[in-house]
Nanobody, 129 residues
Framework: QVTLVESGGGLAQAGGSLRLSCAAS????????MGWFRQAPGKEREFVAA????????YLADSVKGRFTISRDNAKNTVYLQMDSLKPQDTAVYYC??????????????????????WGQGTQVTASS
């Protein structure tokens, strides 16, 4: 069972940037596909980005494509979400999630919250207009 801790959230101006990090411990990080989700007040949790266990495949939600980048460093047991050109509608609590993918191909991606068994505590991101 992997434990996830997010960091890097905060307040940014619209058009600005933030970089979220998610540090994993307690498992073999390279066995896990990773994802980022977000939840705004009064809304359901939504998919933001996913990366395969090898890092060879990534997928971004249409709402963030071209502005956000997901990456991982398996040597550091960390996944990142680089957020550029922030918009007020990006304001939400951002959650890191891990899906054990031992028996999946190295490029397999998981896009649904229900597919993930491990979650971080979340980090607040606020983009002010």
């Amino acid at each position: 069972q992997v434990t996830l801790v997010e960091s890097g959230g905060g307040l940014a101006q619209a058009g600005g940037s933030l970089r979220l990090s998610c540090a994993a411990s307690g498992g073999t990080f390279s066995d896990y596909a990773m994802g980022w989700f977000r939840q705004a007040p009064g809304k359901e949790r939504e998919f933001v980005a996913a990366i395969s266990k090898s890092g060879g495949s990534t997928y971004l939600a249409d709402s963030v494509k071209g502005r956000f980048t997901i990456s991982r460093d398996n040597a550091k047991n960390t996944v990142y979400l680089q957020m550029d050109s922030l918009k007020p509608q990006d304001t939400a609590v951002y959650y890191c999630a891990a899906k054990r993918a031992t028996f999946y191909s190295s490029t397999y991606l998981f896009l649904l919250p229900a597919q993930y068994g491990n979650w971080g505590q979340g980090t607040q991101v606020t983009a002010s207009s």
